[in-house]
Every structure is written in structure tokens, then in C-alpha cells.
């Protein structure tokens, strides 16, 4: 049996519509993937529920705020006391490391407010092959959301906010201690920083009216994906694997905290051997351009799977597939962040064009191509036989 790419794409359109945790658009999704799941063979998909929130991105919203405000103190604490300045340091390097925490981690905090807990779920699968020897975990997440700002633009504020900030901080803590220790001050220098932390705190404040709403259809993030691993779970019910044990896994809360993989990782790890497991992430796929494959993250830099990378770089070649290796250092987050902090290898496929009508109204089918369903389908079969060679 081949894969069957019109499936994947009708699947896709079925899930095209505004489904943010907690609307009425959640309950019609979760109701369409488990249904393509029954349709695929598997009769009694696993829905583990849990709870999320809005936490995260709340804090996010707010927190450029205080880093910002932080900022300009630092700057006019410079024309007090140095010893100030560098108080204000250490404090601004708690706050920012606890940003860097957030942005990589899927820890679900809740409200004490139930009202504004909402309660959603992971549907899975799982198909055991003749003789086990590695497992494949296909995953894509079926929630959406909207935000003001595209995907692109809240990447570029992050980057220049943090890493100007970073600049900045460096270069008042180096210009205290030379005062402290030499008495030596240079006033205009004083004022041109002082003017940079106003530009770069209205920057970071721009963040604050990135509000998360229910605008998006979510076409191409991340309706695609899921019906790419729909389909993906279809074919290999079909074709079972002589070596490989597949998981078919479709997260909730991805938009709001990556919720469903943290808590998918955190209760089944020991149920996976980390020598032998893999994870594959598809995020933002459909696309013909250009492959995209996040083989690092973060600030410091985290790389996901080297062995990963090197099958799909393979594939990708053999396949005549173009592919671009990606570093996600800050202002985007994707499911396969939380596999990785387990210790777990994973890699993040995506595509091009895109991002920057993510999270927009204008993520709709126009994004998602039959050939960029293809693309990925293909790719992802084609890894699974290269490991089942090295298996065999």
C-alpha cells in the first residue's frame, strides 16, 4: 500500500479553522482527529487529558515591561552610583534567565483562578512492530491561535530586544567597574546609552500588544502536520515495521505552553528507551520552498539529535529534496523543546513560505500544497527505511 498524499491534504482541510484551547473550534478538532484516527484503523485512539493555561504567555506579554523599565533605571542609576548600576545587573540577569527558562520549557503553570484553567488533551496512538529494536514518535500538535503580530515579527523583537539588552547590561557592569576602580566618566557616552535603553525598552514593549486570540485557521501551523501524521499512521498500519515501533502523537496546549508534549514526555519517558528512540516534530509544514530543519535551539545553544539530522540531510539529498539546517535561539517555540530537555533525540521539520502569516488569519490553505504534503511524506518514509536498514 503507498502513501496516499490526498488523504493527508483533505485531512488538513478538515482541521483549517480557528481551534485555540478552550473555544468551541478545540472540541470539533479534537472530535476530527480521533475520527481520522478510527478511519485509519485504530479504533480506540488514547486521549490523555490535562490542564492548561494562559500563564506563560501573560507573563511574556508582561515581562518585556519590566525588563524594559529595568533597563532605564540601569541607565539613570549610572548617573547616581555605579554600585546601583551593578545591583540593577544582577537583578536584570535573575529576570532574564527566568525569560530564557520559559521560552525553552513546558512547564504548565495554572491559574488559582479555575476559570481560567481550561482542560484539553493528547490523542495518540501507538503501533508495536515484530521485533522492537527503535522507536519512531511522529508528533504534531492540533491546537492553533492567532496573535497580533506574525510569528516573524515577534522573532525579530525577541532577537533584538534580548540580545541588545545583553549589550547593553555588559557594557554598563564594564563601564561600572572601570568607574569604580579609576573615577574614570565620560558623560555624552552616558547620554547615547541611556537613549539606546529608551529605544530598546519601546521594543520590548511592543511585545505587550501581542495578545493570543482565535483568529488563525491554522493551515499551515499545524493542520498539515497533523494530517501528515494522520496519514503517516494509516501507511504504517498498513505496512507495519519489522524493527521500528511507532507512536502517533497529536499534542494540545502547543500554542500556549508546548503543554501536551511536556506532559506526554514527562509520563511515558520511562517507557522509551533514550538510545533508541526518536522524535519527530512537524511544525509549519506544507510549504514547497524549502525544507526547514531546526537541528539546534536556544540561548545557550542546545543541538536536538545529531543522528536525526544526519538521515534526514541523507533523505533529503537523495530525495532531491532542498533543505536548510535552522538555530532557533529565541522567539519561537515548537514541541520538541521539552523531548529534548528530557534527554530524548528529536528533530524539527518544517517548511517554507510562511511564518510570517503565522499566527494570522491569513494562515489558511493558500500556505498548503499537495507537493509540500508530498515532500514531507516522502521524507519522513524515507528516514524510517534508512533506520530500519541500520537496524536490520
Known sequence: MSIEVDNAYKITERLAFPRLVGSEGESKALAIVIDEFQKAGYISPKQDKFKTCFYNWNFTRYIFL??????????????????????????????????????????????????????????????????????????????????TFPTSTRILIFLVFLLGSLLIFITYLILAIVYLTFRWNLPILNNILLDFCLILATIGGLNYFNKTGNKSPGAFDNAAAVGVILELARYYKLNPSEYIDFTFLSTGSEELNLGGAGVFIEKYKNNFDKNSTFFINLDFVGGVELIRLTSSYGIPRKTSSPKLIKLILESAEELGIKIKEIYAPTGIWSDLMPVVQEGFEACWIGSEPGLKYVHTAKDTMDLVSIQGIKMILDLCVDIVKKLEKELN
Open 66 to 147: 519590566v525588563l524594559g523599565s529595568i533597563l532605564i533605571l540601569m541607565a539613570l542609576s549610572f548617573y547616581i552610583n555605579p554600585l546601583i548600576t551593578i545591583g540593577i545587573f544582577i537583578v536584570g540577569l535573575v529576570i532574564g534567565y527566568r525569560i530564557l527558562v520559559i521560552s525553552t520549557s513546558a512547564r504548565i503553570k495554572l491559574s488559582k483562578h479555575e476559570e481560567y484553567n481550561y482542560e484539553t488533551q493528547n490523542v495518540f496512538t501507538e503501533l508495536k512492530s515484530k521485533n522492537s529494536k527503535a522507536s519512531i514518535i511522529f508528533m504534531a500538535h492540533w491546537d492553533s491561535k492567532s496573535q
